[in-house]
């Protein structure tokens, strides 16, 4: 996790015009959404399925209920028409435009947020090997992933074992990953013709929470299940949606946030990201650090004067984690800091806070709940 603490840290918006008519509530959402992280989903098909879903977008702007807009976007969606292609991103943000044969059936999957999204799809038998994941995983997921073949730790997986699997597709996130030091960039693997997809939602670019649930439509349409994927998708653009009507009822300068980890002796190290620190934005909150590190100390913390710190637990600082909040809240040295002062401190795991998929929002509205509502 050494690696995923520093290099990660330094890792089409379409906002719909209207002339007479108001925005439906769901849709101010979604704008406001975008304005505060940046760029939407960008990534495209070369397929009639779009043209489907711009339709059935263009219905419920002009009236037509959510529920609706749902239904037709999930039947025009119901079949994939392959070669699919989608617009992906490579380790430096590059647009790289990748096609899709057929449905895949020997997947590698290096990402602990797409095993999840394979599995909640009902793919998990597609899966041929997955990576370690940095930090034990708990509840029935540990469970699920335990029984999948595992190719190591990812510092360590060699190209040549991967291409021993013979994958029909590899799944993971851009940035880190996909790079000749790791295991190979997404044009290596293209010319071997081997399909690759890069997580939107950890992508080198401006982020947005809907790059989350744009994944999973995606990963419905490579895989031939878009009904299924679309009905999930939906459920978590409602639940941004949600999220968001409660924060544009939130006023005032925008909360400090500081994602902190392995806190021992007065030093800690502080996480940063792309879709971590939108995830932030879309709170009305902000991370006080550009970039993260080892080695912070407790003149860093008073100098950057936290309204709320969230603990990261994590297994590389476990015998740090167990005393830290509490050490740290004793401490006098920092006790006018307003974290600390007010007691806003909550602790969270490193999956929750720092992955790409449906954690991040599970996250992001208990955030919302233990800065505004307690």
Do not use: W
């Not at 030091?181 to 010319?191: C, H, L, N």
């Not at 890069?198 to 744009?214: F, M, R, V």
């Not at 030093?267 to 620190?277: D, R, Y």
């Amino acid at each position: 996790m050494a690696t995923e603490v520093l290099a990660e840290i330094p890792q089409k918006e379409k906002i719909m015009k209207k002339k007479t008519m108001l925005l439906p509530l769901a849709a101010v959402a979604a704008a406001l959404m975008i304005t505060a992280c940046g760029q939407k989903a960008a990534s495209s098909e070369a397929s009639a399925a779009n043209a489907s879903e711009t339709e059935s977008k263009a219905g419920t702007e002009n009236g037509a209920s959510a529920e609706s807009s749902t239904e037709a976007k999930n039947s025009a969606a119901a079949k994939t028409a392959y070669p699919l292609t989608l617009k992906i991103y490579d380790a430096e943000g590059k647009e790289v435009e990748m096609s899709y044969a057929h449905a895949p059936e020997h997947v590698l999957s290096t990402q602990l947020s797409m095993t999840e999204l394979l599995i909640k799809l009902g793919l998990k038998d597609k899966i041929v090997a997955v990576f370690d994941n940095d930090n034990a995983l708990k509840g029935d997921i540990a469970t699920e992933i335990a029984s999948l073949k595992s190719l190591g730790d990812k510092k360590s997986v060699s190209k040549e074992s991967i291409l021993a699997l013979e994958p029909d597709l590899i799944l993971g996130k851009g940035p880190l990953m996909f790079t000749d030091t790791a295991i190979g960039t997404v044009q290596s693997y293209q010319e071997l013709g081997i399909p690759v997809y890069t997580e939107l939602a950890s992508a080198s670019i401006e982020q947005s929470l809907k790059n989350i649930p744009e994944d999973v439509r995606n990963i419905g349409k490579i895989f031939d299940v878009q009904e299924k994927a679309n009905a999930y998708a939906d459920e978590l653009d409602k639940r941004i949606d949600a999220l968001l009507t409660k924060v544009s009822n939130q006023k005032g300068e925008p909360k400090k946030v500081l994602f902190m980890a392995g806190y021992t002796d007065g030093t800690f190290a502080g996480f940063n990201s792309k879709m971590s620190s939108c995830m932030l934005k879309t709170l009305n909150a902000e991370n006080v650090l550009e970039k993260g590190g080892n080695g912070l100390t407790l003149e860093n913390l008073i100098s950057m004067n936290p309204d709320v710190i969230v603990y990261v637990r994590s297994d590389r600082f476990a015998a740090a984690d167990v005393n830290a909040v509490a050490s740290l809240s004793e401490n006098q040295v920092v006790q006018d800091v307003p974290a600390i002062k007010n007691k806003k401190i909550i602790e969270m795991d490193y999956d929750d806070v720092m992955d790409y998929g449906a954690r991040v929002i599970d996250s992001a509205e208990k955030l919302y709940d233990f800065m505004y509502e307690k």
